[in-house]
């Protein structure tokens, strides 16, 4: 997340301190236990380590835990395991640069349409990730006319696209609405907490990626929910 969008490589250097570049010894680097051990700061120059490296740490391990309990080390936990790792990755570069590499959301729609495929699903993949990404570039292209300005960009459109590959269609639907709703509100919070203007920007994202995790982790009550409004996903 820190190195991708400052063109630095993620094979070498080694990790290092983006303060004082103090290259990080291995035994420092262990997820969430070196950071309690160091108190969340660095060995060497004493300053805080982002809050971010520990939260991304425990949701991924969470991930990796809820992913083995349901699928135990079969096919479709190393697809998924592929599939959130992309989302989080994704979700913490555009949450803290406002952009989405295409090097993360390309390459995986055509591993999403391989795990459909498998699956036997290739159909409802490719449908997934054309009307996924059909509808967001068609909110960037009318948005763009309304405001005169890129209210989206093609990243959240390559991404939506690489979760509908991934979810297939209708559950595109679903995990859309989720984004958009969880976006909306927590749009509307940070508005109003921060004093921003309805001007100011907002990844999105990290929305995207939660209701295409949503529709992955709370498949039967999601399907029930919209049942229970007439739309039969």
């Not at 035994?27 to 108190?39: A, D, G, R, T, W």
């Not at 913490?92 to 795990?115: E, K, R």
């Amino acid at each position: 997340m820190f190195r991708i969008p400052k063109g630095i490589s993620i094979v070498k250097p080694n990790s290092f301190c983006p303060c004082c570049k103090k290259p990080i010894k291995w035994y420092e680097n262990i997820p969430l236990v070196s950071y309690i051990l160091l108190k969340g700061k660095c060995s060497a120059c004493r300053k805080q380590i982002s809050i971010r490296y520990p939260i991304v740490e425990l949701v991924t391990g969470c991930v990796f835990l809820y992913l083995f309990i349901q699928y135990d080390l079969g096919l479709e936990f190393f697809f998924y395991i592929f599939f959130f790792c992309s989302l989080i990755v994704i979700s913490g570069i555009d949450f803290s640069y406002q952009i989405i590499p295409d090097i993360f959301s390309i390459p995986a729609i055509f591993i999403g349409l391989i795990f459909q495929i498998v699956k036997g699903n290739f159909v409802l993949g490719i449908v997934g990730a054309v009307f996924g990404g059909g509808l967001i570039l068609l909110i960037r292209v009318i948005g763009g006319w309304t405001y005169k300005k890129e209210v989206m960009g093609l990243g959240d459109v390559y991404l939506t696209v690489m979760i509908g590959a991934f979810v297939g269609f209708p559950l595109i639907i679903a995990s859309i609405f989720i984004g958009a709703s969880v976006g909306a509100i927590l749009g509307i919070i940070y508005i109003i907490s921060t004093h921003q203007t309805r001007e100011s920007p907002i990844p999105f994202g990290p929305f995207l990626s939660i209701g295409g995790a949503a529709v992955i982790i709370f498949k039967p009550q999601i399907i029930h929910f919209f049942a229970l409004l007439g739309i039969n996903l």
